[in-house]
């Protein structure tokens, strides 16, 4: 489970590759950040806290990947948002409506892959950026959802699917965490040993010389955009079985308030926004990192209101050193 | 076959824009009559005006091929600055004006600033400032609004002359000014140089960080106005200000003809894409249909505006390599 980089060369540095890569400092400062919360807060390592907070990770970490792999093929999703509470909101509505839960929740994921869809479709035929599209799509998404909801929240879900979002394994340790966890190993296998993974970080990498060498862009880009709106709505089905109801505005106006956690895991990770790359790794940590902080500054008193800057700061020293990083080691194959 | 002149006329800059307004209004006005009162069209106008600084912010951005992702929340903040200077500290109103004016101008500043010298890409560093800027809103006023703001800064946002706000008036002679800026001025022409070709922009001399950092700074100035106009209007200074401007901020300079790869911006196509967007949110509301549509429509407009263009400027290209 470490990044892999689709242009990586072999290069001679003084200091050994590993230890500059993100996965170390985010693990560092995820370690240090326990020890002083615990420190300060003996409740941070309690059982229930760490079951609520690995609980809040799993869709942070689901949300960071459906961001992820839409980077990897050098374009992004900010629908990921809409998408989710869209994929939520169908999920709850057929359980609501009685149908069976194992088939609400695949029918909830197959809308979410095909809102993705959609947008992979929109950016290939058209060649306009997945920035305009995917801003274009959250805002058509979410109106449309809103029309067929009726912006109320349905609140009469399936038990069954209610106990999955409580569910815990070994005391503390949620089945949802468990999802991600397996989820992150699927992602890995996907992107080293599956012909469609690697051809999307190849994609990233080079769109032009993909294509020429037989590549099928069109259809990576696409299932790029479909793989995103799947995990995207994943999240927002987790996030409902966690909250116990579908609730039209759980992700914000539009979706925006996903936005946020969904790009800051990936790129705390160190996914190059350019694409090319995914850091499967990186992003479990990255979306670590950010629950711990949230968590740990809510136990310590300072409060809700202060998390975001202090994310925002940590996002901008993040890229900044890794700026440096990349400035100090002038022999890294990639370059800027 | 279409002659040589109208054909010109068609591929003309707004020409489509300006005509889809007009049959708009056309439209509306025959459809509901309740269009040309006085009162619907000073809605109307009001709106115009409290957008026209959130565009022209992004679009100064867009000029240089970057964007600010940080807009909303910087409002925001510039929203709790006048508020809180006001009500809390019993500033004079011009002095809280001009204060919350630098506070704007100091995040755009910052945010290129941190552009120009890491060299990060400006979705990534103004998500950062996005955030940043939002926790210190929120941090410092506890997510509460303040109330108390001088009757001054309440008539700024509600006097009207008929159907016109005082307000459009004000931004009417920002927008003016951003023009010249972009057209007449060594500054814009640099910027839009820039945002053309950054490389050649580099090695024909320009101070190329000097650029970013002016385009960002003038970007949270016009953000702040924006922020100041808002709270004059809804006689609040809200936290939340700002919080719904990332979409239109992009929409309205983009449907009005800036390209989002830099080097290519128009105030005048700007200025006509809000003046539609404001029609269609009046025409849904005066047409009695459900406001949720509002989301579906903006959405599909972008899409509908922005594959156009791209088809048009297809169009001039191929006729462009035909010549």
């Keep these: ?336 | 076959m279409i002659p040589e002149p109208l054909k010109r006329l068609a591929l003309a800059d707004n020409v489509g824009l300006a005509t889809i307004l007009v049959v708009a209004v056309a439209a509306l006005a025959i459809a509901n009559p309740a269009f040309l009162t006085s009162f619907n069209l000073y809605v109307v106008l009001t709106s115009l005006a409290l957008w026209t600084c959130v565009a022209l912010a992004q679009m100064t951005t867009l000029a240089i091929g970057q964007m600010t992702l940080s807009l909303g929340s910087l409002g925001g903040l510039v929203a709790v600055t006048v508020g809180g200077l006001c009500e809390v500290w019993g500033v004079p109103l011009p002095l809280a004006i001009a204060i919350a004016l630098l506070v704007g101008l100091a995040g755009g500043l910052l945010n290129g600033v941190l552009i120009a010298a890491s060299g990060v890409n400006s979705f990534i560093i103004t998500l950062a400032t996005f955030s940043a800027f939002h926790g210190l809103t929120l941090g410092l006023t506890r997510a509460i609004p303040f109330y108390n703001m001088p009757a001054a800064l309440k008539a700024l946002g509600n006097a009207r002359y008929g159907a016109i706000p005082l307000m459009l008036g004000i931004v009417l002679v920002v927008a003016v000014a951003v023009h010249i800026v972009f057209t007449r001025t060594r500054l814009g022409r640099h910027m839009l140089a820039y945002g053309g070709n950054p490389q050649a922009a580099l090695l024909s001399g320009l101070s190329t960080a000097r650029i970013v950092i002016a385009a960002h700074g003038l970007s949270g100035l016009l953000a702040a106005i924006a922020a100041i106009l808002t709270v004059g209007r809804l006689q609040v200074a809200q936290p939340t200000i700002g919080e719904d401007w990332l979409i239109v901020s992009f929409a309205a300079p983009i449907i009005g003809g800036a390209s989002l790869t830099g080097g290519h911006v128009s105030v005048p196509g700007t200025l006509l894409a809000l003046a539609l967007l404001a029609i269609i949110n009046d025409a849904l509301v005066l047409l009695g249909v459900d406001p949720f549509w509002v989301q579906v429509v903006l959405g599909g407009l972008i899409l509908a505006v922005v594959g156009a263009n791209r088809l048009r400027e297809g169009h001039r290209l191929g006729e462009a390599v035909a010549r």
């Excluded at chain 1, 995820?30 to 907070?53: D, K």
């Excluded at chain 1, 690995?54 to 961001?67: E, F, K, N, P, Q």
């Excluded at chain 1, 509470?85 to 909830?108: D, E, H, K, N």
């Excluded at chain 1, 296998?189 to 051809?199: K, L, P, S, V, W």
Aim: net charge positive.
């Design chain 1, 1 to 336: 489970m470490t990044a892999l980089d689709a242009s990586s060369a072999p290069s001679r540095r003084v200091v050994p590759r590993w230890l500059t890569r993100p996965e170390i400092g985010l693990a560092a400062i995820i370690a240090i950040m326990v020890a002083v919360f615990s420190s300060i807060a003996p409740g941070f390592l309690s059982p229930f806290n760490a079951f609520a907070v690995a609980r809040d990770l799993s869709v942070a970490i689901v949300l960071g990947y459906s961001m992820m792999v839409v980077l990897a093929v050098g374009g992004m999703n900010l629908a990921v948002g809409s998408i989710g509470v869209c994929a939520a909101m169908a999920t709850a509505g057929m359980q609501a409506a009685g149908v069976p839960m194992p088939i609400s929740v695949i029918l909830g994921l197959a809308s979410g892959a095909a809102l993705g869809a959609v947008n992979g479709i929109v950016v290939v035929r058209t060649g306009l950026s997945s920035f305009m599209v995917t801003l274009a799509t959250m805002s058509i998404y979410f109106g449309v959802m809103l029309l067929l909801s009726g912006a109320e929240a349905i609140r009469s879900l399936d038990a069954d699917f209610i106990a999955f979002g409580r569910a815990r394994i070994f005391g503390t340790v949620p089945v949802m965490f468990v999802v991600s966890i397996g989820l992150a190993l699927i992602l890995t296998y996907f992107y080293r040993a599956t012909d469609i993974g690697r051809q999307m970080l190849f994609t990233g990498s080079n769109p032009k010389a993909s294509e020429l060498s037989g590549v099928p862009v069109v259809r990576t880009v696409v299932v790029a955009h479909a793989l995103s709106g799947l995990l995207a709505g994943l999240a927002g089905i987790m996030l409902t079985a966690r909250t116990g109801a579908g609730v039209p505005s759980m992700a914000g106006q539009i979706g925006r308030d996903w936005l946020l956690p969904a790009f800051i895991a990936p790129v705390l990770g160190g996914s190059a926004l350019a694409g090319g790359s995914v850091a499967i790794l990186g992003t479990l940590l990255g979306a670590t990192l950010v629950g711990v902080l949230g968590s740990g500054l809510r136990m310590v008193n300072i409060g809700d209101f202060w998390i975001e800057l202090f994310l925002g700061i940590i996002l901008l020293f993040a890229v900044l050193a890794d700026r440096l990083r990349s400035v100090w080691s002038p022999v890294s194959g990639t370059g800027p």
